[in-house]
């Protein structure tokens, strides 16, 4: 019977992968060091930020996103500048996190290169995709189709050189923050220097493109990509955010008993010495709830953004960039299907758009809030702090900060044009004329975006 002998053999396989438990993803950070390298402080802080955040979705959401980076470029802000130039954070995950690390190297001037030398390539050329072959489901039942040597080398070789994030932080500006999954708590992980410190590692030498695989790491399709915890090499306290109000159960209680679950977790040599993380479209696809779990650990008025910018900003504006996908299929027409993989598909879609959704739509309340916070830290300085704050700038008012938040997406485009975007496939591999269907399709939906417009102009007039 060759069928039984097939489905044997696959069995051995699988228990012999069982019995392995070797892993696909072997750590790459390093624990932390005395002196690490950090990010400059930034030799004037700016009055206006634009921030941004750009959504999963394969090459889709990097081509749209670029597009709206490159339609900032077109849209006039205060002294002769551009928005692009007043680009101070972005928040990414998954595909759109191709975009926001390439821009965080190379800054706005390395753009131009970003079409031809990552959109227009390959991203699939090594990657296992049929389950027909047994050594694929081996892979499958191991933790991933596809571990380090496909993703991450394309990502390293081709698209980040062998860049670290001490490259990155070169820049004064953009701060980048690219977004994983932690599955087991059930949380975001973002790639910045707080996060690395709660696991006692150094972000600076970590290379860019494990932080952008483990954002892409949908799962079973990618194995997840792993964090050694260093707790013998703390040197950072525990953030003090989390302690706050003791048992007392505010709106904010569940969210910070799982953050210190977590952050226990991770300096406890006890429970274990690794992380695993896989796609940040997982816990939010739009990479907002790591500035809400920021917030609460962070425990001040004005973080994540520094005091220096919270003390002197006037404006920002933050643009949610959202290349998400319409309605799974056309299922309505007959009585039988979906099939069990359509459904099975739709399921996990279905998931992280709902997640998408109550995520910006608590965003632009908690911004709010924020904006708020600022305004009562800034009144209450000290008076020689104003003083000083008016030296160097004699327009200087405490309540002079405004927030305001945007969407752009698919949906601001002509009915026929998002349908069209929306049947695009979330891959890592796409045609030129798709990828300039997507470019341009950024381009004119944040420059017709109303938000945006009334900001650039209120930026040119100085209000």
């Not at 209450?380 to 927030?403: G, I, M, Q």
Request: hydrophobic share 45%.
């Amino acid at each position: 019977m060759p069928g039984m002998r097939a489905l044997l053999l696959t069995l051995c396989c699988l228990m012999l992968v069982a019995c392995a438990g070797a892993p696909l993803n072997p750590p790459r950070n390093k624990p932390a060091v005395a002196e690490p390298v950090t990010r400059p402080p930034a030799t004037a802080a700016s009055e206006n930020m634009v921030a941004l955040s750009f959504s999963g979705g394969g090459l889709r959401a990097a081509a749209f996103a670029y597009g709206v980076l490159q339609g900032l470029r077109e849209l006039p802000s205060a002294g002769g500048h551009s928005l692009l130039d007043d680009v101070g954070f972005v928040t990414s995950v998954s595909g759109g996190s191709l975009t926001a690390a390439y821009f965080g190297l190379q800054g706005p001037e390395g753009l131009k290169e970003f079409r031809d030398k990552v959109l227009m390539r390959d991203g699939e050329a090594g990657l296992r995709f049929s389950l027909l072959n047994p050594s694929n489901l081996v892979r499958l039942f191991a933790g991933g189709l596809n571990d380090g040597s496909n993703l991450k080398d394309w990502l390293d070789r081709d698209v980040f050189q062998g860049a670290t994030f001490a490259d990155m932080f070169r820049r004064q500006r953009p701060v980048i923050w690219i977004n994983a999954s932690n599955t087991q708590y059930r949380l975001a992980f973002p790639f910045h220097e707080r996060a690395f410190d709660a696991i006692c590692s150094d972000l600076a030498s970590y290379p860019i493109s494990e932080a952008v695989a483990a954002s892409m790491a949908v799962p079973l399709f990618f194995a997840p990509i792993v964090l050694e915890k260093f707790p013998d090499a703390c040197r950072q306290p525990l953030p003090s955010g989390m302690y706050r109000h003791g048992g007392e159960r505010d709106d904010q209680y569940r969210l910070r008993l799982a953050l210190l679950r977590a952050l226990r977790d991770f300096r406890d040599p006890k429970v274990g010495r690794y992380l695993k993380l896989v796609d940040g479209g997982v816990t939010d696809n739009l990479g907002l709830v790591s500035i809400l779990q920021s917030r609460v650990l962070l425990n001040t008025p004005y973080g994540p953004i520094s005091e220096q910018d919270a003390a002197t900003m006037r404006r920002m504006i933050f643009i949610v960039v959202d290349a998400g996908q319409g309605p799974s299929g056309d299922w309505g027409r007959e009585l039988a299907g979906p099939s069990g993989v359509d459904i099975a598909t739709a399921a996990v879609d279905t998931a992280i758009e709902s997640t998408m959704r109550m995520s910006y739509a608590y965003f632009v309340p908690m911004v709010r809030a924020w904006e708020r916070d600022i305004v009562t830290w800034r009144c209450s300085l000290p008076d020689e702090r104003k003083a000083a704050l008016r030296e160097r700038n004699p327009d200087w008012r405490c309540e002079d900060v405004k927030f305001v938040v945007t969407q752009v997406s698919f949906a601001d485009l002509p009915e026929a044009e998002e349908a069209a975007l929306n049947a695009i496939p979330t891959r890592l591999k796409l045609p030129a004329e798709q990828i300039d269907q997507l470019i341009s399709a950024g381009q004119r939906a944040v420059a017709a975006d109303g938000v945006v417009k009334r900001f650039s102009t209120a930026m040119q007039r100085g209000e």
